[in-house]
């Protein structure tokens, strides 16, 4: 199991979803995102991923052309072998010890802004790029030259929240549903 895996089953993120409604099947993430699939899915999908579908592939990961390949009539035509990344999506894999919630999703935007909701409550200052690390700021770098999560002149929007600031909301959320 990835570290994201495991840290999607650890913040019980499926059942998140679940509570703000799930996947509204816009279709944004489909044909709009360039989205990165690892090694077990590309096993698992390795006899329906044609050269043409892809825009980069290493040894680990390939990154899909967008719209997806597999979007047919709206439809995922591969949905019971779809990707991790698109079986979590809004939540995206891109720094280490951050949850990264794509803002563009319309699920991922009523999350950040409940995200946002609790800092403010909290008191919890929300940084800005001024306050990424240099290594975040190389992650944006090679993702933004390689255009490896968005389309042509399209950045995504996406808010990054450290996991410590993450598991605190989840409890807050909690209290407040009682």
Known sequence: MSLFERSFESFHLRKLMKEYGGCQQCGWCCTNERLTVLKEDIDKLE????????????????SLKIPCPFLMKNRCSVYNKRPWVCKS??????????????????????????????????????????????????????????????????????????????????IWREKRKR
Request: hydrophobic share 35%; with cysteine.
């Open 47 to 62: 006899f329906l991923l044609k050269p043409e579908y892809i825009t980069r592939k290493d040894h680990v990961s390939a």
């Open 89 to 170: 999506y809004p939540f995206l894999y891109h720094y280490i010890d951050l949850m990264t919630i794509a803002y563009d999703c319309p699920l991922g935007k009523r999350i950040c802004d409940d995200i946002i909701k609790y800092c403010e409550v909290k008191g919890v200052r929300i940084a800005g790029d001024e306050e990424k690390t240099e290594s975040m700021k190389a992650v944006d770098k090679a993702v933004n030259d390689m255009k490896l999560n968005s389309g042509e002149g399209y950045e995504s929007k996406i808010v990054n929240v450290p996991y410590k600031l993450f598991k605190g909301f989840l």
